[in-house]
RNA sequence: GCCUCCAUCGUCUAGCGGCCUAGGACGUCACCCUUUCAAGGUGAAGGUCGCGGGUUCGAAUCCCGCUGGAGGUACCA
């Protein structure tokens, strides 16, 4: 049993180079349930020190996506809160890093670096030319007196800050889901000075993050599994700087569906937002999410947010990788999706209908009474929203009379066919009370016994007839909710084809 | 290549030395229900616990090796 000592601070800390993909929801998902369960604070900051990969509007959408499954933050940059700003370009501005890069250069800890990346990836050539496996960039100035490498940028000349790794000896970390009660260990010799301060001032990750983490107090570091092959140099980076490191948790990748390679934003279409924009509910996405590393025990799936939050536990979290599931994603919103109420379920379609022109926006009593009618006809066949309009636009709109081939069932042709829809338009007419299921059924049921033709063959000329497809709602309900005129109408069209 | 991590049905997972002739879910298939499609019900197929060695009275569970997979190897995060 893992002892987590409260209060507890995490954080999610994406950078704003595009949407938010699934895998970073889930990834701000587990930091929010173990702040939530363990009791403590759950923040969030924009890491945006990427100059270059920076694309406006990205830091908002990523927390609509966020907010869209209900993660809700108790510091971050939109609240703000005492350890603020939580944006790192911001603190860079304010000049939060640069003293510690400072400190570590008055240290001998780290210094100043006037080798240029294109003199890097022409050493790194040569080396390689030489037969060396591996190439370890330790920079010339890393022996220099400070005075030096000082003399020397006064004069102008570019310099990064890179961090003065140790030639000898092993860095160790625990983390709390991966490498065992050992936790995990690297040789010095593998690691290589990395950058802290590129040469435009601005921090780089490793740099930033790790300041920000110490000054903002977190105490846990949940992180996608990536960051492991990194955590040395941060482990390093602590002790450099004199402060206690944070716990660490990796969390296991998730895997594209194929099991090649993580999920990814451009290969896969997983964005957070195109979920809701197909029709998936916040709390079915939620439980999923829940379950791509974390499991609670051999029969439990469908959990409310509460019961996830009370079960949560690190322990509980794998250490090997989830796989990207859409067949189970779709089974779930299937689950949430007919847990709803028929008013929830009439509420959470009409957008989709709206889109699709079939009702107006904003939507007026009279089609939202409709919409109210019609969503009993097929919620319980709806596995994504998105759905909605296709199964229903035949209520909306007028249908363009089916194909003979369509309309003609089984073991029958088409004279048979315009015979019975003849015999079925004038059994139908009628049919005073138009509110009754019973009443039509009953009607067509005894018309299957005089026409010899089976429930089968006849309600599926009817369904084809009104509906101009094959798979519908129930066919009495559907025929109520068209009414009378209109069924009648389309009948008649339908014989016309024949 | 090198370094690190990971390894149970097609997929996700339960399992933390005897309860396992390995349990659940998704998917698949069959049947029932039935006016189509769903939903629901019942059932089936599907795993020599990646392979090979140990340790132990006993291993899916511990150890070692191998193999496979993933991640990392940027003045990106």
Redesign the pocket.
């Known amino acids: 049993m893992i002892e987590i000592s409260s209060p507890v601070r995490v954080r999610f ?3 704003p ?1 595009g949407f938010l993909h699934i895998g970073g929801v889930r990834t701000a998902l587990f930091n929010w349930l173990f702040a939530r369960h363990y009791g403590g604070q759950f923040l969030l900051r924009i ?1 945006d ?2 100059e ?2 920076f694309i406006p509007g990205a830091a908002d959408d990523l927390m609509t996506s966020m907010r869209w499954v209900g993660i809700d933050w108790d510091e971050g940059p939109d609240i703000g809160g005492p350890y603020g700003p939580y944006v790192q370009s911001v603190r860079s501005e304010q000049g939060v890093y640069m003293p510690f890069a400072q400190q570590l250069l008055e240290a001998g800890l780290a210094y100043m670096s006037f ?3 294109e003199e ?1 990836v022409q050493m ?1 050539a040569e080396a390689e030319a030489r037969g060396i ?2 190439f370890r ?1 330790r920079g010339p100035e890393r022996d220099w007196p400070l005075a030096k490498q000082q003399e020397v940028a006064a004069t102008g000349k ?1 310099y ?1 800050i890179r961090l003065k790794v140790p030639a000898e000896g092993s860095t160790h970390f625990n983390d709390l889901v ?3 009660d050992d936790g ?4 010095n010799s ?1 690691l ?1 000075d ?2 802290l301060i ?3 001032g ?1 921090p ?3 740099m ?2 790790l300041v920000d983490d110490h000054l903002m107090k977190i105490t846990h570091v949940l992180r996608s ?6 955590t040395p140099y941060h482990v390093l980076l602590y002790q450099y700087l004199g402060w206690h490191a944070p716990t660490f948790a990796h969390l ?2 998730i ?1 594209r569906q194929d ?4 999920l990814s934003k451009r290969k896969d279409d997983v964005s957070a937002n195109r979920f809701w924009e197909r029709g998936y509910l916040a709390d079915a996405m939620f439980n999923y999410l829940t ?3 974390w ?1 609670y ?3 439990t ?1 469908i959990m409310t947010r509460a019961e996830v939050v009370e079960r949560f536990t690190i ?2 979290v ?6 990207w ?1 859409p ?2 994603l ?2 779930m919103n ?2 949430y999706i ?1 847990a709803l109420s028929t008013e929830a379920t009439a509420d959470a379609i009409t957008p989709f209908l709206q889109r699709a022109n079939l009702v107006p926006t904003p939507i007026n009593p009279s089609h939202r009474q409709r919409i109210l009618e019609l969503t009993p006809l097929i919620h ?2 709806l ?1 994504e929203l998105g759905e909605a309009p296709e199964l229903l636009d035949f209520f909306f709109v007028d249908i363009a009379p089916p194909s003979a081939e369509l309309l003609i069932p089984k073991k029958m042709d088409a004279a048979s066919t315009k015979a019975a829809l003849v015999e079925i338009h004038a059994s139908l007419s009628a049919v005073q009370e138009w509110q009754s ?1 019973e009443a039509l ?1 009953s009607s067509l049921r005894a018309l299957c016994e005089k026409l010899d033709l089976k ?2 063959q006849l ?2 000329a009817v ?1 084809v007839a009104v509906s101009a497809r ?8 559907m025929l109520i909710a068209l009414g009378k005129s209109t069924t009648l109408n389309r009948i008649q069209s339908a014989i016309g084809v024949l």
Do not use: C
């Not at 995990?184 to 040789?187: G, H």
């Not at 599994?225 to 990194?230: L, N, P, R």
């Not at 099991?259 to 993580?262: D, L, P, V, Y």
């Open positions: 800390a994406p950078s180079t890491e020190t990427d270059k990969r080798t240029t990346e890097l790194k496996k591996a960039f570019a990064t991966r490498g065992g995990i260990r690297i040789n593998e290589y990395i950058v590129k040469k435009t601005m780089v990750y490793h930033a993050h599994d990536e960051w492991v092959a990194s296991p990748p895997l099991g090649h390679g993580k379950l791509q590393g499991s025990d051999d029969h799936e322990d509980r794998q250490s090997s990788p989830a796989r599931n067949a189970k779709l089974d299937g689950i007919r319980e066949r596995k299921a059924e429930p089968g309600f599926g369904r094959t798979v519908a709602p129930p066919l009495f309900e």
